[in-house]
């Protein structure tokens, strides 16, 4: 199944350091929506990256094609809530440990 890389661009630059309990929430909803569908096996790994020059999250999916996982995104709380983040979709070649 082809793989694809997903970068979550926070609203702002200081977004890791300084979300207020609002966004914290949000962030819980975003990491129960990519937990759920990694216990499903569409999610590889995600997380959090924490780059000196603007922290972002990112994860590895396995889903059919570029359309699910503009789908995938699509769903994710984060998106949905409309309040800034943007998300950039890559294919990828990824080597797991079942290859």
Known sequence: ?????????????????????????????????????????????FGPVMDPTGPYGMGVLSVADEAAAQAFAAGDPAMKANVGFKCEIHSMRAVTRDE
């Open 1 to 45: 199944m082809p793989h694809f890389f997903l970068k979550l661009i926070g609203p702002r630059p200081t977004f890791a350091m300084d979300m207020n309990d609002a966004e914290k929430k949000l962030m819980h909803e975003h990491f129960l929506y990519w937990k759920a569908r990694q216990e499903q096996g569409e999610v590889l790994v």
